[in-house]
């Protein structure tokens, strides 16, 4: 109600006003519309509602769906579904592991949950030792017979001291995306991996592992932080404890997904384009609210402000919510193959896959003087709280887009990304409504400016 | 235990290396060890468990000895307390407000929570009309006539388009600080305001508000915003709705608490003092998490930094805990004064008052040759997540100090702290231990920067 009477209120005063050549009343326009409107937040209301939206979930069918239609009602010109063949792994209802001996430990549970992509163990118990592994890289150098026939217990925590989290995550992660098969490759029956979080909590967050067509797949989970503490030190006194772990998850086959994509056409340029977006697909844990409902209402906010201010880009903006970024990144594969195949004019593309907090800055992926003229926009995105513009990574989606001037990473704050990341903590109370809105006026912003001037 | 592990992994790295002159490996350090120790949030679960800590509770109390105690356990040199007379306001056990007629509200509650320093009605219920206010400044021109008897109800929104929050705060705010006085000057037999928050909920966040030598004090409380909407939308279809409030709350006059005050003797020129501190003081709705305990956690976790990293400064670093930063700043005013009479020189002055959030920069009320000289220290801030140094405001309590180079404060991000400001909201579960820690790092470095360099 607020928000209603705001929007009221303000009406009045922004339809009035023409932008046409006042950058500045403009940017002013867009900030406080987002804030005030936070279209975003009530999109991702709506997305968290539908359900788990993993590849190969009925929610990953429905939220296509749903995108599509909301696309529609905000005025793209052209809303578009594009298949993408993509994974169907299914967690299925049973994930359980107890250390059922020595007999002291009595059943206690730890708190687990499958790796995407796991095989499982068929709903049947699965009994071995254990062997913990500190660092993802010393099981190169450990003699197969200390692995064969147990369970390879990864527990690299996750390193507090680095301020950058996506990199404290890169290097960790390593033992969850490739460690599973390092460990079956010397004859590991499964593979225990320590959550890759910043928290100290004793949720699972999980997330892809690796497959390879030579090695044999071992059921592999994420352990609460908590437990693997615990079972660390369990391991220290009782070194031949053993666990029993059950999983029903499986591999079943593929499925159909599509890349969600609105569109409103350049005035000028039409056939220049600029992609914004963000992947539909998210974990079944939680509600994937910041990984990346954030980044797909974020996208679609901005074809709304656009809309709603009565903005008519030069170059054609086009929304892209892309399937299956979790897994094997078909959709961004199938996005980028697409471009080529039709030859079409690629100008930037802005994935926003960080989460929806607080702004900070935006790295490119381009030339320098690409960069440099970016850097130029500057004080156009201050008034969002955009405090940088500067060379470094994208996203995993966009990167897939060769041909094109600039790779664009919206960059939110990170400092509490990865205690939500991949878990059940990942929930729509934990996105703030003006720190979402403020990651949706940055981007529209950064857009608007690539679509005026190009690059 | 986490913590423990990096600790212990990190011990041997630090204390192996000399610092001296290597103002790079020092910055790293402190970032390092904040993050990892996270001191800061140990202290702040301490004391969120002391209970309510507002002026004349026992809270208050028990949190100047725990203070004491804590600055001494961490190294300081020096602590004492330094008596305050402060007010005593007592919220008491009732606070009701209910629309008693017409009769189809049916005796609908409202959200209430009384305004520190306002008069109650002696717990017998007080019953009236009320009159809307939408905006502050109306009253003035309002005749006499409307609101003599009656109840006024100031019900200007936060408003959202801003996105400095804190400039969106003291343009809302004075409906709360000012507003109830104007009311009785006007007849008026009591205030309600609705609740000066970012945030769509229904919880009162409270405050001070002001009392006039010569109006008469009239009942004065803050409203939820979901049910100041209620009311606005109620008063349109029965202008002539009745309220009846009933507060326990009352004026008892002084008490005494104290400006806890710890000190690390500077060792070149130990007569210039560096200041850094918040406000211990906090509303009894939710723990005072952010406002102020964040800011104390963290000046107190910078003591603990330089005698953990044994950094011996060069100037004196006074941590000090002011009291009574929310009703009359009795506290700051004493601080303030006990460094006049004793010919103190004051360098510089750090306050903390803005929430335990990520780091964005610092504020500082200083000439222009100053300010430059501090933004020379960027580079050895940005790894702790500092943006930027810029002219401006520095805090409630350090403003108090007129003899010194600069006054500064510390500007985390600001989007979230209008959500839980004042209110049952405000709980440690809303502070993350990552960014509070990084702003403990900040105003470390900073310290040290000033310490070493002077101003």
Avoid at 436 to 454: D, H, M, V
Wanted: glycine fraction near 8%; aromatic fraction near 8%.
């Amino acid at each position: 109600l607020i928000k209603i009477f705001l929007l009221l209120f303000l009406a009045g005063q922004i339809f009035a006003q023409d932008f046409h050549g006042n950058k500045e009343l403009l940017t002013k326009a867009i900030v406080e519309k987002a804030l005030t409107t936070q279209t975003d937040y009530r999109l991702l209301e709506e997305l968290c509602a539908i359900g788990p939206r993993l590849s190969g979930y009925p929610g990953a069918q429905k939220a296509c769906r749903w995108a599509a239609d909301k696309l529609r009602e905000m005025g793209c010109d052209t809303v578009w579904l594009d298949p993408v063949t993509v994974p169907d792994w299914q967690r299925g209802n049973i994930e359980e592991a107890e250390i059922t001996a020595p007999s002291k430990y009595a059943n206690r549970t730890l708190q687990i949950g499958a790796l995407g992509r796991s095989t499982g163990t068929g709903g049947k118990p699965l009994t071995a030792g254990v062997v913990e592994v500190d660092s993802f890289n010393r099981i190169d150098k450990m003699d197969p017979a200390l692995i064969s026939g147990k369970f390879v217990f990864f527990n690299e925590p996750f390193d507090q001291r680095m301020i950058r989290t996506f990199a404290a995550y890169s290097k960790a992660v390593i033992q969850r995306t490739k460690g599973p098969v390092d460990a079956s490759r010397k004859g590991a029956v499964g593979a225990l991996v320590r959550s890759v979080t910043s928290r100290d909590d004793n949720v699972p967050h999980v997330g892809v592992t690796r497959l390879d067509s030579v090695v044999k797949p071992v059921p592999a989970v994420a352990v609460g932080v908590q437990d693997a503490e615990f079972l660390s030190r369990a391991l220290k006194t009782d070194p031949d404890l053993k666990i029993t772990l059950t999983l029903s998850c499986a591999n079943m086959g593929t499925s159909v997904s599509y890349n969600v994509v609105g569109e409103i056409r350049g005035s000028t340029f039409p056939e220049e384009i600029i992609t914004i977006g963000g992947h539909l697909d998210a974990w079944d844990k939680g509600q994937g609210a910041h990984d990346d409902g954030a980044g797909c209402v974020q996208a679609m906010a901005v074809m709304g402000l656009f809309k709603k201010l009565h903005i008519v880009p030069d170059r054609t903006i086009r929304c892209v919510l892309f399937a299956d970024e979790e897994q094997k990144q078909n959709g961004a594969e199938k996005y980028a193959a697409r471009a080529d195949s039709l030859h079409e004019h690629h100008v930037a593309a802005i994935e926003s896959d960080r989460g929806g907090f607080t702004p900070r800055g935006f790295e490119v992926d381009a030339d320098s003087t690409v960069i440099e003229m970016m850097q130029s926009f500057l004080p156009d995105l201050q008034p969002a709280g955009i405090e940088w513009i500067r060379k470094g990574g994208s996203g995993a989606d966009v990167s897939y887009l060769k041909h094109i001037k600039a790779r664009i990473g919206y960059f939110p704050d990170d400092q509490r990304y990865f205690d939500y990341h991949h878990s059940d903590n990942d929930t729509i109370d934990k996105v703030n409504p003006r720190e979402l809105a403020l990651g949706t006026a940055s981007i529209a912003i950064l857009t608007e400016l690539i679509s005026k001037n190009g690059l």
